[in-house]
């Protein structure tokens, strides 16, 4: 999603500056193209030849240099994706504000480009008013604003100011990216969502369960929730790390995912069931390992359909999506689903993109079939686009 494309970094002086040196080598590794602009304090913490060694692209920080006079228009023109990352409370107070006194905040000002800002700091700092206010100021005025990640900070305390995980971060600019500046279209929107394989209980250390990731779910989690949707994610066995920003409860067997969807359905606007819901469960099972013998045999008992009881109880303006994971005839079958649980969409994708990162995938509605080809997290922006349309 990110190959050709001019990445911009601004990169400002907080401790978090070294993690931004990962970030650049990850976006580079991604296909950008990537440039950096330094604050002076930033110059504190990483030097430029760190950032150029990485990007193998210029790194500027001065904004009268007599070789490029006019550099704070032409780098700002040359960026499609502008991302302050970390973001100080100091930048955040001066773009906020229309302050251009360095090469930084004056490039943010002038370009054009997708702009994010990803703030890290200590966490009083962080929750100080005047920074909570610069911060939904510049939300307010459409700049997309990654939240800081929780947990341990350099000043020692622990809390909300966090430089999100590069990854994450990396995500977030594909899902901006692709939406631009259509990002507020889900901010009073509730979402919920289920992922991964139940895995249903034989004896203590074995189960049955089936090869779903929960790519997917988390991939439609993440685009609904930087859209500015409240995201609960459901979730099964998954092999993603639901990110810091979604919350998430989770739900190991059909049962367990039957009784915390029923248990909130009605509150969302939208539903999307990804989630691989076993449909069988062991009738019986062991308290104690089973000893080997001979051959066993288990006996299965079917699960409930949670789809098809939303289905059943769907309110007219709620919108319910389910998956159809086929081996063959994949439109057939998932348009005789979707017809027999009552979905307003059904995806039809094969069985055997489970696990990967890419996937084929038809979104199917009562008037139109979609189809998606790309990685999980490109084709659930579509599908998100698409559903709420
Ligand atoms: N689903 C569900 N509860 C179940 C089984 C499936 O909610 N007990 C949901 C899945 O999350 C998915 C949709 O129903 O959104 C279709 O699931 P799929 O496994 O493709 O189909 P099934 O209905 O189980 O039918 P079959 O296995 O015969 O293809």
């Given at each position: 999603m990110l190959k050709g494309k001019h990445v911009l970094i601004g990169v400002s002086g907080g401790i978090a500056a070294y993690k931004s040196v990962e970030l650049a080598s990850m976006l580079k590794k991604q296909g950008a193209i990537v440039k950096i602009i330094m604050t002076k304090n930033a110059q504190e913490f990483v030097t430029p030849l760190t950032f150029k060694s990485i990007t193998g692209e210029s790194v500027s920080y001065t904004m009268f240099d007599e070789e490029k006079p006019i550099e704070h228009i032409a780098l700002a023109d040359w960026a499609e994706i502008f991302i302050?990352?970390?973001?100080?409370a100091n930048v955040i107070g001066k773009i906020a504000n229309g302050i251009a006194d360095d090469l930084l905040s004056t490039c943010f000002l002038a370009g054009k480009a997708i702009k994010i800002i990803v703030p890290a700091m200590n966490v009083y700092m962080y929750e100080n008013k005047v920074v909570q206010r610069n911060i939904q100021t510049l939300r307010d005025l459409g700049y997309l604003v990654l939240d800081p990640d929780i947990g341990y900070l350099a000043c020692g305390y622990s809390g909300k100011g966090r430089f999100p995980e590069s990854r994450e971060i990396v995500d977030a600019i594909k899902v901006f990216s692709y939406f631009g500046t259509k990002?507020?279209?889900?901010?009073n929107k509730k979402i919920l969502i289920t992922a991964g394989a139940n895995r249903e209980k034989i004896d203590p250390m074995r189960f049955i369960s089936n090869r779903s990731s929960g790519k997917m779910g988390v991939s439609l989690a993440k685009a609904a929730a930087l859209m500015g949707a409240k995201v609960m994610l459901i979730h099964a066995h998954i092999e993603e790390k639901v990110p810091y920003y979604i919350d998430s409860i989770k739900a190991e067997t059909a049962n367990l995912m039957y009784n915390e969807v029923m248990g909130i359905a009605?509150?969302?606007d939208i539903i999307i069931m990804c989630a691989a819901v076993a449909d069988y469960t062991i009738e019986d099972p062991a308290n104690e390992k089973i000893k080997k013998k001979e051959n066993i045999s288990l006996q299965l008992s079917r699960t409930k359909d949670i789809l098809f009881e939303l289905g059943q109880r769907k309110k007219d303006n709620q919108i319910l999506v389910g998956f159809a994971a086929e081996s063959e005839d994949m439109i057939d079958n998932a348009k005789a689903k979707m017809i027999k649980k009552n979905c307003t969409h059904i995806i039809a994708n094969s069985l055997y993109t489970s696990g990967k990162d890419e996937t084929e995938q038809v979104l199917i509605s009562k008037d139109k079939e979609l189809k998606l080809i790309g990685s999980k997290l490109e084709t659930a922006c579509k599908i998100i686009e698409e559903i709420v349309k």
């Open positions: 302050i990352a970390p973001a100080t990002i507020i279209s889900l901010q009605d509150n969302y």
